[in-house]
């Protein structure tokens, strides 16, 4: 008997239905991934006459390289140490050594990253060197978002939506305040945040003046290096966190009622129902909220592109501002493909040590 | 000693009366249970005398305290939920010590009442095992035990059965019935099924629409209903109902007439009833015999029957097209179509003055 395909027997006609989508995915999300991983091992630029050829790992070397050394103080005759007029030890110039120095050939190309003093009298100098100093910065700084920003954001988000969660006249307006700078795109959010943090006649300090009765001196939240990088972390915090809490608030109401019913009955007092029931409860929800905020703090980008631009003195660069600033800024396709694979490296390892952290032990 | 006593008790959300004034008294050690249709408001009760609904009006009674303000946990109440309500992420050892946890009780103590509670329900060896790795009626014995650790005055049951299969059902209810002599507490149980409320009740209380509609014990309910709702209630099949005009009255008896039936002679038992008004005549199932045709009171033809091997359910039809069932005590084949013929023993019918309605007082 001659068996008849159909449609949905048919692995040809399904392969076919899913080309579309499946072609688009792969050109413009397995491709260029794969694409990211092979360009950061050549010397690919955006636009450029001369075929791009293979450079290994070079580009990760550049971008990772650091070393250390320790400076003498320089001394006079009597070997008393120099000092300036100031009365600071003066040291021989980083440049002896790293510029052509055969004695330092692992110092070639570095650049002094941070240093402190050491030694008896605090008379020697480390400095750790980097050959990215840039990058460098740019690591720390995203490090210290995300270390900032992920526990904050997450632990205010749960406060909201257990705020949230009650039945109240009125609580979905409250639902929607916090859920609105979500649904505007971050960058109108970081423009108008730029005028809030105005040196000169921005809100927040016309509103610390205000409150203060004029005691307070206004400051240029973006505009100093020591107040930039909270000024964002303070803004994206606020951003999404809407975003969490109505995460969080689907977590809470998979919490079965009764479970409260039981406690209260029990006695449990608040702080109680929510170590015994509500948190154990969120235990999933927790995880990916951790993950999510995570991943999007180590994107942070718009933000920083539109209020700072990096600056000042380098101090608000972040990884995937550096990735868009080599790769298009300065053509260096190569550069900023293999930061974006060190971005990737980052976040999976991160991830994947949340996960295991956070995994479900059962006994 | 802790009698429950309500006096008047009303519960109104918004504009609808959901309990209508409700008079009980529960006896210290009696176990009552709450029985009706979904939406009685039996339920609802419970929850009253637990503390997690406010009470609108009238006054409660937990031993000599007032507890209409009272807070749940200072009622001296423990509850057993439907949907058993045990902490997931909890062992069985950690759920039942919960109320102990939660009141600091010393580790020493907590464990010998867990130990204690777990002895009772035959649990021991469970206690390390955690919710998701039990059945239904293991789950059921945790919530159990968590109430009995509490040492409460009252136990509350919220249709503690109502989500185990039918065998595991009946082994749950004969061990309540065993807890209930065990411990001899004042015990308060909702259940919609009529064998748990006829099999373990001291006093049941049948309750329509938010009013009690009679409350005594098991074999009073069913053999001297005192209305229409509870003679239909509580029996399986459910009571026959024969439309009877009443033609003649004595003092203690009604001369009533129906076509298909002649006239017979009933004991009033106190009822009010008028010459010439319809009433209702009721006949248990279990009260017809088959006899010959000749001898019957009633005949009709047989449209259904379900052999039981204890018992043999006839549906019958009669001549006016009422339907009646007969539950024969003996395994007995009935051919559908065929004559039968019926007798019943007056003094063992019932006599209401009411009419049945047509949403009825079907169970």
């Known amino acids: 008997m001659a068996q008849q395909k159909s449609l949905t027997q048919s692995n040809v006609s399904g392969w076919a239905f899913a080309l579309p989508g499946f072609g688009l995915m792969v050109a413009f999300i397995i491709l260029p991934f794969f ?26 070397v550049d971008l990772l390289s ?25 040291y021989p110039r980083l440049r002896n050594f790293t510029r052509n120095n055969p004695d330092y050939p692992h110092l070639q190309g570095m650049r002094e990253w941070f240093g402190w003093q050491t030694g008896p009298n605090d008379e020697l100098r480390r400095v750790i060197l980097a050959k990215d100093v840039v990058f460098m910065r740019a690591l720390k700084n995203t490090f210290t978002f995300v270390i900032i920003v992920a526990p904050l954001q997450a632990g205010l988000a749960l406060m909201l939506a257990l705020l949230i969660n009650q039945k109240l006249r009125g609580i979905n307006v409250y639902r929607a305040i916090y859920f609105m700078p979500v649904v505007i795109s971050i960058v109108v959010v970081a423009f108008l945040w730029r005028l809030i943090y105005d040196g000169n006649n921005g809100l927040l300090n016309n509103i610390l003046g205000a409150l203060s009765f004029g005691w307070f001196e206004p400051v240029d939240w973006l505009g100093q290096p020591s107040t930039a990088l909270g000024s964002i972390i303070a803004m994206s915090i606020w951003q999404a966190v809407g975003f969490h809490m109505v995460i969080w608030l689907s977590g809470l109401q998979t919490i079965s009622p009764t479970l409260y019913e039981a406690a209260e009955l029990e006695g449990s007092s608040k702080w109680q129902t929510f170590r015994y029931v509500t948190w154990p409860g969120l235990r999933n929800t927790a995880v990916l909220i951790l993950i999510v905020i995570t991943m999007q703090a180590f994107g942070l980008f718009a933000q920083v592109d539109v209020m700072t631009n990096g600056g000042p003195l380098d101090s608000t660069q972040t990884i995937v501002f550096q990735a868009i600033e080599r790769g298009y800024g300065k053509q260096d396709i190569s550069g900023g493909s293999a930061i974006s694979v060190i971005l990737f490296l980052i976040v999976l390892s991160i991830s994947m040590i949340q996960r295991y952290l956070t995994r479900e032990r059962n006994t | 000693m802790a009698d429950v006593v309500l006096k008047n008790i009303k519960k109104s959300f918004g504009n609808v009366d959901v309990i209508k004034g409700v008079d009980l008294d529960i006896k210290d050690g009696e176990f009552t249970v709450f029985v009706g249709p979904s939406g009685c408001g039996k339920s609802t009760l419970l929850r009253m005398i637990a503390g997690l609904e406010d009470i609108s ?101 919220d249709e503690p059965l109502s989500n185990l299969d039918a065998a595991l059902r009946m082994d749950m209810r004969m061990e309540i019935g065993k807890l209930h002599q065990q411990l001899g507490a004042t015990m308060i149980y909702v259940t919609h ?16 629409d938010g009013a009690v509609m009679q409350a005594g014990a098991p074999m009073d309910l069913y053999h001297n209903p005192d209305n229409l709702f509870v003679a239909g209630f509580l029996g399986a099949p459910s009571m026959n109902f ?67 091997g204890s018992e043999t359910v006839i549906n019958a039809t009669l001549s006016d097209g009422t339907t009646l069932i007969a539950a024969i005590a003996e395994d007995q084949e009935f051919r559908v179509g065929a004559e039968i013929g019926l007798r019943f023993d007056t003094t063992k019918a019932h006599l209401f003055p009411e009419l049945p309605t047509t949403t009825g007082a079907a169970h």
């Open chain 1, 35 to 60: 694409f990211a991983i092979w360009f950061s091992l050549t010397n690919q630029r955006l636009i450029s006459p001369n075929p791009p050829s293979f450079m290994g790992l070079s580009n990760y």
């Open chain 1, 66 to 90: 650091i070393g250390t050394i320790v400076l003498e103080p320089e001394r006079d005759a009597t070997g008393a140490v120099i000092r300036d007029n100031a009365g600071d030890i003066t």
């Open chain 2, 57 to 157: 009006d009238g006054d409660m009674f937990i031993g000599d305290t007032r507890v209409n303000t009272v807070a749940p946990k200072d009622r001296g109440v423990a509850m057993v939920f439907q949907s058993y309500a045990i902490f997931p992420h909890m062992t069985v050892r950690e759920n039942i010590g919960f109320g102990l946890t939660i009141a600091k009780t010393p580790k020493a103590e907590k464990d010998a009442k867990v130990a204690e509670a777990a002895r009772i329900l035959q649990m021991e060896h469970l206690l390390d095992r955690r919710p998701s790795q039990l059945s239904g009626g293991q789950r059921q014995r945790v919530a159990i035990g968590r109430a009995i650790t509490r040492k409460p005055e009252v136990f509350l049951f």
């Open chain 2, 193 to 208: 099924d009529q064998v748990e409320a006829m099999t373990l009740a001291d006093k049941i209380v049948v309750l329509k």
């Open chain 2, 242 to 308: 024969l439309i009877v005009d009443v033609i003649a009255l004595t003092d203690d008896h009604a001369h009533v007439h129906s076509p298909v039936l002649g006239d017979i002679t009933i004991a009033t038992k106190g009822r009010q009833f008028t010459v010439g008004q319809q009433a209702t005549l009721g006949l248990r199932p279990q009260h017809l015999s088959y006899v010959e045709a000749t001898t019957a009171q009633l005949s009709g033809h047989v449209t259904l029957t379900e052999r039981l």
